[in-house]
Each structure stands twice: as C-alpha cells, then as structure tokens.
T-cell receptor, first 114, second 113 residues
Framework: GENVEQHPSTLSVQEGDSAVIKCTYS??????FPWYKQELGKRPQLIIDIRSNVGEKKDQRIAVTLNKTAKHFSLHITETQPEDSAVYFC?????????????FGGGTRVLVKP | DSGVTQTPKHLITATGQRVTLRCSPR?????VYWYQQSLDQGLQFLIQ???????AKGNILERFSAQQFPDLHSELNLSSLELGDSALYFC????????????FGPGTRLTVT
C-alpha cells in the first residue's frame, strides 16, 4: 500500500520567514495530494490540494509543488504569521472509481515565533 | 465549521465495552470516511462509505464496524475495547464517491480506562 514520509517533524521559524515541509510517497499511481492544518484539539482543515496533472498550485501565502518523477511534494508558506502555528499533514491517495483512501504523513509541528 | 457533525464529543468507557460514534456529513455529501488519530499511529484511514455502500477499507480492526444509513449519517461501532483504542476518531465527508476534497468533523475523543 501507499506510504507517505513527511519532514521535518518540527519546524520553528521567525515571523515573516518562509516555511517548507516536504513529503515523499511510494505509490507512483497516487494522483491526489492534499495538505491539512490541525490546530491543537481541533479537526484537520484542508488548506490546499494538488492533483497529479498539475505541477504547482498557489493560494495567497500557501503553495504546493509536485514532482511526480521523484514522487515528492512540498508545502511552502511565505510571510509566516503566528496564526500559522499548527501541525501540518500531507496526504496522498489514488482517486478511483472504487473510492478514495487518504494515507497521511506523520505531521510537522510548525511554530512561528513573533 | 466544516458542516460535518460528530457525536459525542467525548466518551470515556472501560475495557471490554462497546461504543457507537455518530457522524452526519455536510449537506449534499454522499461519502463518509472514518479516521483514527492516535499519538503513536498518527492519522489512519479506517473505512469509506458512499451512499450506503462500503467503498474503501483501510486498517480497520475486526472489532470495529461501520455503516451508513439511508439519511447518509454514519455510525462507527467499536467493541471489545482495549486501552490502545483510546484515540481521536474523525469523520470526514465529500461530495462524490471518489472523494477529492474531504472535510473533517470535530472528532470524538475516546478514552478507554
């Protein structure tokens, strides 16, 4: 089955700096890659996603890049703010007629220092 | 607020017992997914239902079962509970069978003592 590795496990950045989180996946057939943000005690929230036919996607201060050949994808947060502090999870799945099963990475705890 | 609701919010029970967790998907969503989040295992997919039918299965124990009812709400049944079953259980929903964007509910925190 699919296996997703996420690095780093913790990331501390100064407010205003950029943060980058990287994930690798094992199943070359995977075609959907979402990123979720989870604040302490709360539900995971979808912040951005990318499909395998796209190399990059941007939404304001957040961008995701996908390298299908190397089987890795990354989340970039620019101009970080204290409210960006949370745990971020990447995930991968193969969307197919039978269903959709997300495999998550282990998470990255991001701390933005004011 | 994602529009996905889960009850109860917290559940404390003893080993060997059985519990039922409930999830109502967002209006219009036909797929429901169940995930388990624990400190040592991270976020793990358990099972997906689409319009009442099981569609995908993950690392769901035989002691666990789920179903989706005609009104599209879903229930996750956990039996013969063990200490290791203590975790956050999330339900998510999406519009179609093949998912894509999944929206998570607030979760049910299960503590087995």
């Amino acid at each position: 089955g699919e296996n997703v590795e996420q690095h780093p496990s913790t990331l501390s950045v100064q407010e205003g700096d950029s943060a980058v989180i990287k994930c690798t996946y094992s199943d070359s057939a995977s075609n959907y890659f979402p990123w979720y943000k989870q604040e302490l005690g709360k539900r995971p929230q979808l912040i951005i996603d990318i499909r395998s036919n796209v190399g990059e996607k941007k939404d304001q201060r957040i961008a995701v890049t996908l390298n299908k050949t190397a089987k890795h994808f990354s989340l970039h947060i620019t101009e970080t703010q204290p409210e960006d502090s949370a745990v971020y999870f990447c995930a991968a799945s193969l969307i197919k007629a039978a269903g959709n099963k997300l495999t998550f990475g282990g998470g990255t705890r991001v701390l933005v220092k004011p | 607020d994602s529009g996905v609701t889960q009850t109860p919010k917290h559940l404390i029970t003893a080993t060997g017992q059985r519990v039922t967790l409930r999830c109502s998907p967002r209006s219009g969503d036909l797929s429901v997914y169940w995930y388990q989040q624990s400190l040592d295992q991270g976020l793990q997919f358990l099972i997906q239902y689409y319009n009442g039918e099981e569609r995908a299965k993950g690392n769901i124990l035989e002691r666990f079962s789920a179903q989706q009812f005609p009104d599209l709400h879903s229930e996750l049944n956990l039996s013969s509970l063990e200490l290791g079953d203590s975790a956050l259980y999330f339900c998510a929903s999406s519009v179609g069978r093949t998912g894509g964007e999944q929206y998570f509910g607030p979760g049910t925190r299960l503590t087995v003592t």
